[in-house]
């Protein structure tokens, strides 16, 4: 394959675009090498300057989950913007998102639309800090919730992929209120909570964490946490803009029926669109301005193309789509379970439905921590093979990849095939 273009276009964007990129994560820094520039993608594959064709995994790291250009949602998207593109005024189309997400999350009784994850997670927090009078929130170390500086703590995803889970820039105030728990680990938490029993406004977690890899959540950990959130009176606030509409058609609270206090979604809910939301029990949602005291504001909020772009998404995704989501990621992770037993090399894999990571080293991975000796060496290696052989993955192995309903059987057999040449040379 030739990256020519793409490396010519790489050097050029260097020199106006801080690293070339416009989200450090895309710039290969942790792979090594050029990022393709993506010229078009059309379902399950996408095309670079170059011409190469890509089977894609990244699915713009979660949004895609009908695969690329769905004619349902850019027909959505154009009879949209024939009306205009943005108005600073309410409109219908927002209260039927709103009405939508309320639909299908069980814990959701209310809804604020955002332009992105960060934005919905940083404004939870700011209300859960309004509502509770206190300063202090817990995070797990290895998750990342957006690079607002409360998180920036011990982040993953990009942070953990750069090296700098801590980033210059967030003051020790900022840092002092953040606490840090391991997933999975139940006591890690309870010792912050007796450690601070009336300082914690609240805890956010990713129930299934995405962001160092794919980590399910221990049988019954999700349960503590709401125990201990209520026995604290914290807030728990479930940050699902990955996993929500992706998992299960409800995201983590419908799959794992724990109901948090708030939640925030993003991703897939705006169907490739920049969007975000946070939303939870009318109690506490009542708090955010106007309705309430706790401010939040945003110019482009509720942008009409970006929620016609979420609706036309989130209508094509129903129960039985989720089925053949399921179907799909368990084919691929008993292929390559398959070929793992057979060679016996030192791999595991994580999987929620759609969304998976392959590990380079042994599991079971239930928390960052476990990842301590992963093979970056062999892991870089076998992305560029992937890459070389027209296979898209995440460029880290801190991220999880992406299965969409445009992923045939073929695309998959044909990518365990790949796999398996790669990985018997790298082994
Ligand atoms: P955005 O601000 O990037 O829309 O969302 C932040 C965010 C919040 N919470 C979770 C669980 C997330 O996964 C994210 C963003 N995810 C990363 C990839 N893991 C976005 C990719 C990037 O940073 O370029």
Known sequence: MSFYRSQSHFETAKRYIPGGVNSPVRAFKSVGGTPPFIRRAEGAQVWDEDNNRYIDFVGSWGPMILGHAHPAVLE??????????????????ETELAKEIIRRVPAAEMVRLVNSGTEATMSAIRLARGITGRDKIIKFTGSYH????????AAGSGALTMGVPNSPGVTKAAAADTLLAQFNNFESVKSLFENNPSQIAALIVEPVNGNTGTIPPADGFLEKLRAICTEYKALLIYDEVMTGFRIARGGANEKYGVQP?????????????????????????????PAGPVYQAGTLSGNPLAVSAGLATLKLLEEKTYQKLEEAGAFLENEIQQRINHYQWPL??????????????????????????????RFNKFFHALLENGIYIAPSQYEAAFLSTAHSKKDISRTVEIMEKILQKLF
């Open 261 to 289: 206090d708030l939640l925030t979604f993003g991703k897939v809910m705006g169907g490739g669109m920049p969007i975000g939301a946070y939303a939870g029990k009318k109690q506490f949602m009542e708090y955010i301005a």
């Open 348 to 377: 595991s894999q994580n999987r929620v439905g759609s969304m998976f990571t392959l590990f380079f080293t042994l599991g079971p991975i239930r928390s960052t921590e476990d990842l301590a000796n992963v093979d970056l060496l």
């Open 76 to 93: 959505a998207v154009r009879e949209s913007m024939s009306n205009g593109l943005s108005f600073g005024a309410p409109t219908t189309l």
């Open 146 to 153: 957006g690079h607002a500086d409360a998180f920036l703590i």
